[in-house]
């Protein structure tokens, strides 16, 4: 049971450059979402899906497009890569079940992605 | 809208030293309450959580209980290891609307000498 897992694990590109970031959860879990860190900013979500074929943006969603692909899975994608998207990219997972107000978020490892 | 305060680091102890890190919340209804742990180069980790008021988390030692007279949950620890070392967030889940989404504060780091 692997959990939350993300791909890459380090990324650097240059301004105008595209990328997917690639998140796969194995728990069977309804909810997903995608969050940036960066220092002194706490977590901020971007974008999150709370069911498969549903995607909705959260905080900080411009520069970025999500695709939840099946359950499993729900990636995030830079069309044109710019500075101010450095940062280290999570994604997490959660049931979402009856009582969604006591659910616990999973998180996979982390993307770091330096855009020069 | 909703929103997480906690205090602001970086907090430095000496092992077995005593833990307070402060966090208090701004939300509409009745949020639960997490705290979650970074240790470094991982990914977050939950550490305890409260549902509603006064309920205490625990877990590892660490204890938060959730006073909604003082929106406050703040995190205790009675014995620190150098192990705790790691960046501690405070965080809430509000069910307003249809919007399940945790809201993060700013993140302590707290280092433990030997």
């Known amino acids: 049971n692997a959990g939350v897992t993300q791909t890459p694990k380090f990324q650097v590109l240059k301004t105008g450059q595209s990328m997917t970031l690639q998140c796969a959860q194995d728990?069977?879990?309804?909810?997903m979402y995608w969050y940036r860190q960066d220092p002194g900013m706490g977590l901020r979500l971007i974008y999150y899906?709370?069911?498969?074929?549903?995607?909705d943006k959260g905080e900080v969603p411009n520069g970025y497009n999500v695709s939840r692909l099946n359950k499993r899975e729900f990636s995030l994608r830079l069309e044109s890569a710019a500075p101010s998207q450095t940062s280290v990219y999570f994604c997490?997972?959660?049931?979402?079940?009856?009582?969604?107000?006591?659910?616990?978020?999973?998180f996979g490892p982390g993307t770091r992605l330096l855009v020069l | 809208g909703d929103s997480v305060t906690q205090m602001e680091g970086p907090v430095t102890l000496s092992e077995e030293a005593f833990l307070t890190i402060n966090c208090t919340y701004t939300?509409?209804?009745?949020?639960?309450l997490f705290w979650y742990v970074q240790y470094p180069g991982e990914g977050l980790q939950l550490l305890l959580k409260?549902?509603?008021?006064?309920d205490k988390g625990s877990n590892k030692g660490f204890e938060a209980t959730y006073r909604k007279e003082t929106t406050s949950f703040h995190l205790e620890k009675g014995s620190v290891q150098v192990s705790d070392s790691a960046v501690y967030f405070c965080?809430?889940?509000?069910?307003?609307?249809?919007?399940?989404?945790?809201?993060f504060g700013k993140g302590t780091l707290l280092t433990v000498n030997p």
């Open positions: 939300a509409t209804g009745y949020p639960s």
């Open positions: 728990m069977n879990h309804n909810s």
């Open positions: 899906s709370a069911s498969e074929g549903t995607t």
């Open positions: 997490a997972s959660s049931a979402r079940g009856v009582a969604e107000t006591q659910e616990t978020q999973y």
């Open positions: 965080a809430l889940l509000n069910s307003g609307g249809s919007n399940y989404k945790l809201t």
């Open positions: 409260a549902t509603k008021a006064d």
